[in-house]
């Protein structure tokens, strides 16, 4: 069992950043593939970014140099900067963890079994 904790979130003006965080408890911490994703309101979950296990990192192409993601397997974290925010960034973000090393699982929510609670965030124009 992992259990997921995002933080971070919030209400930041167009271009500026954010960094959310993901707290894993459990063990095994890295051994996982561990992904976040959004969603935002009437649309469906769509993949942002992962890191496998291995260190290989997947990126959605609409944040391609702009956002970033992170692990310490030392402390169960992961983290996701995100810069240049735009509007169309507003969602719900949700830290994930996947048992799959494989690119296409990476950015497919079928690849994970584990899913925080989520946390907002929002950019104003």
């Known amino acids: 069992q992992v259990q997921l904790i995002e933080s971070g979130g919030g209400l930041v003006q167009a271009g500026g950043s954010l960094r959310l965080s993901c707290a894993a408890s459990?063990?095994?911490?890295?051994?996982?593939?561990m992904g976040w994703f959004r969603q935002a309101p009437g649309k469906e979950r769509e993949f942002v970014l992962a890191?496998?296990?291995?260190?290989?990192?997947y990126y959605a192409d609409s944040v391609k140099g702009r956002f970033a993601i992170s692990r310490d397997n030392d402390k169960n974290t992961v983290s996701l900067q995100m810069n240049s925010l735009k509007p169309e960034d507003t969602a719900v973000y949700y830290c994930?963890?996947?048992?799959?090393?494989?690119?296409?699982?990476?950015?497919?929510?079928?690849?994970?079994?584990?899913w925080g609670q989520g946390t907002q965030v929002t950019v104003s124009s």
């Open positions: 890191m496998s296990r291995s260190g290989g990192s």
């Open positions: 994930a963890a996947g048992g799959l090393d494989d690119p296409y699982y990476a950015r497919s929510p079928r690849g994970y079994g584990y």
């Open positions: 459990g063990r095994s911490f890295s051994t996982y593939t």
